[in-house]
Structures are given as structure tokens and as C-alpha cells.
């Protein structure tokens, strides 16, 4: 079976297509989008500066002295005087114990000094009494050495009959708790009618005089030696009411729980408002170190590792830069590591950049 045969076109469709397909493609050009000029950035210049980082952390005005105060004898709390946070002098009545054991004992001591100074005073008189005889030859030698001995004896019980009785006054004026040093109640450990053995405290006493702010510090932070040992301390109720303070104690020891120590700072000269018990903001200050100070915005992640976006100076193509952070601030970041002064970064608007693209940067001054 033959195939049909084609004719060819047709004169009038060739000569539709020689006008027509200009016209076409014409109508394809017109259509074409140009192209996307540069995108426009916020870009700085490098410079490499002192920087001088700062910490701040909250602590506690405390008193450099703090006693804790306890009675030298046990019994029953028969009253206290005072409660936390009130001011006491030094002498004041704090507390006091049921005296009626230790007035017994008093009692009982006199009672038995008494007994002790007559058999002296009997012991005295038959002593002068036999040296009297002695010496007209009436008495024998035996008898008034005797008569000297009970002598010595009764001198040493009336002796031993005082200390008691001195032992029982103080036993009996320890049943009073008296506060040392003058300062504020800080703690109360006991009530009235409970009963508190020998060296129980009772209450501590924050005393009047230098004063400490105290810290609990990450124990990296204190790993530097770079920190300088003059701190700033502020009230956090009012920052204006400030103090400079030196680090004067630093625990040996780190807190398991937390993981901190614990660092005392002396207040010098500290105003009336940081009262005991007051919330401070500790800053110190790092020693100064060069490195590149960036906006925030600069920031830029490659592959989980900081970076930001460097621009090339002639052909104005970015790519990325790995770079090392020293610190994070609020605003800005802290740059150690990864960039040289002059080079240009891109400071806002690196989120939405590729490595290769073109940008038409704004230069901003970097700090």
C-alpha cells in the first residue's frame, strides 16, 4: 500500500510566516524582564579597636562581721527582747534563761562558804591559842603543828568555797544573753518557753562597720586573671547610689549545686542606702584587648559557626568569613578573631544573600 504524497505549501501560508515571525519575536523581547540590579546593603570598614569587656552581677550587702550568739549554759527561754532586723547596742539584753537552777546553786555555793569561813575562823583561834601555849612551854609540839595543819585546811576549803561561789554568780549571769558588738538581727533561732543547750545560736547579729557585697560568680569567670580587682557597685532599687568596692575574699571552694563561688567584695566608704540586706549590682571591668567591635546584624551563621559577609572590593561579590567571637553584647558582638582592618563587611541585610552575589553597599562607620 503506496503512502500519500504531500504537497508542498502553499505560496499565500509562506509568505503569512516570513511576516509574522518578526513580529513574533519581537513581541518575546518586549515580554523579557531585565535584570535585578545589586541589592543594596549597610556596610562598614574594619577597624580594629580596645575593647574593655564589663560583667554585672546581682548580689547582697552583708556585713563584713557577722557573730552568732549563743548561751554558755542550757535551760529554758524564759523571755527575749529583741526580733529580726532591729538594731541592738553593745551590752544589750537579747534573751534570757530561767535563772531559778543556777539562783539555787548560788545559794547553795554562800551557804557552803559560810560553813567553810567559820570552821576557819574556829581553826584560827585554836591555832593562836596552842602557839600561845607553845611558847610557855605548856602545849607539846605535836599538838600545834595539828592545830597548823587544821589551819591550812580550813584556809583551803574557805578558798575552794569562793571559786564556787564566783563559778555559780557567772553560771547564774550566763543564764542573760548580752549582744557584744552593736548591729542589726539578722537571724532568730529560738522562742520563749523552748528549752537551748550550751552553744545553741541563738541569734546572729550583722555588726555595725565595714561592709561586704557579696557575689555567687560562675566558676569560669573567676578562672581569669584578666578581671580588675576594683568593682562597682550599685543599689539595684536606685543605680545612681554607687560604691567602689575590692575583691577581698574568694572562696576556695566551688558551690556543688550551683557551680559558683563565692566572692566577697569590700565596700569602701558605702552610702546609708546599701543597708544590710540590700540588693547590689556588681560591674568589673576586664583588662583592655584589641578586637573588632560589629553590629548584631552583622551575625551571620555558616554551617552552625559565627560568620559575616565580606565583600570584595573590586568586582562588589560577597562570600563568607568564619570568624571568632569574644564576647555577645546587646547591640553589638565582639570580634577576636577572623578579620583584618579594612576590609568591608556587610552590617544589614546579609540575611538574604547568597556567596557570589552581587550587592551595591552603603558605608556606614563601624565603632
Partial sequence: MTSPVQSPPRPNVIWALVVFLPMLTACNRDNEKPPNPPMSVLAGKVVTTSYSRTG??????????QSDLSFQVSGRIL?????????????????????????????????????????LRQAE??????????????????????????????????????????????????TILKSEKSGVVTALNA???????????????????????VFDLD???????????????????????SAKGVVREVSPTVDQSSG???VKVEIQNPPAAMSFGAAVVGEATWKPEKAVILPAEALFSDNGKPAVWLIDPTDKKV????????????????????????????????????AGEIVNPVEEALK
Fill in 79 to 119: 523571755e527575749r527582747t529583741v526580733s529580726v532586723g532591729d538594731h541592738v547596742a553593745a551590752g544589750q539584753v537579747l534573751a534570757k534563761l530561767d535563772p531559778t537552777e543556777k539562783e539555787a546553786d548560788l545559794k547553795s555555793s554562800e551557804a557552803s562558804l559560810s560553813a567553810a569561813e567559820a570552821v
Fill in 319 to 354: 562570600s563568607l568569613r568564619s570568624i571568632s567571637i569574644n564576647s555577645y553584647e546587646t547591640k553589638t558582638i565582639v570580634v577576636s578573631d577572623g578579620l583584618k582592618d579594612g576590609e568591608m563587611v556587610v552590617t544589614l541585610g546579609g540575611q538574604l544573600l547568597h
Fill in 219 to 241: 566558676e569560669s569567670v573567676m578562672s581569669s586573671n584578666d578581671v580588675d580587682p576594683e568593682i562597682t557597685i550599685s543599689l539595684v532599687s536606685d543605680p545612681s547610689i
Fill in 260 to 262: 559558683t563561688i563565692r
Fill in 125 to 174: 583561834s585554836n591555832f593562836q591559842r596552842q602557839q600561845a601555849l607553845l611558847d610557855k612551854q605548856i602545849a607539846t609540839r605535836k599538838e600545834y603543828d595539828n592545830a597548823q595543819e587544821t589551819l591550812r585546811t580550813s584556809q583551803a576549803a574557805v578558798e575552794v568555797a569562793r571559786n564556787q561561789v564566783e563559778t555559780s554568780r557567772e553560771q547564774l549571769s550566763y
Fill in 56 to 65: 554585672r552581677i546581682t548580689g547582697e550587702v552583708r556585713a563584713k562581721v
Fill in 191 to 213: 522562742e520563749a518557753g523552748q528549752v537551748v543547750q550550751a552553744a545553741d545560736t541563738v541569734y546572729s547579729i550583722a555588726e555595725d562597720g565595714p561592709r561586704d557585697a
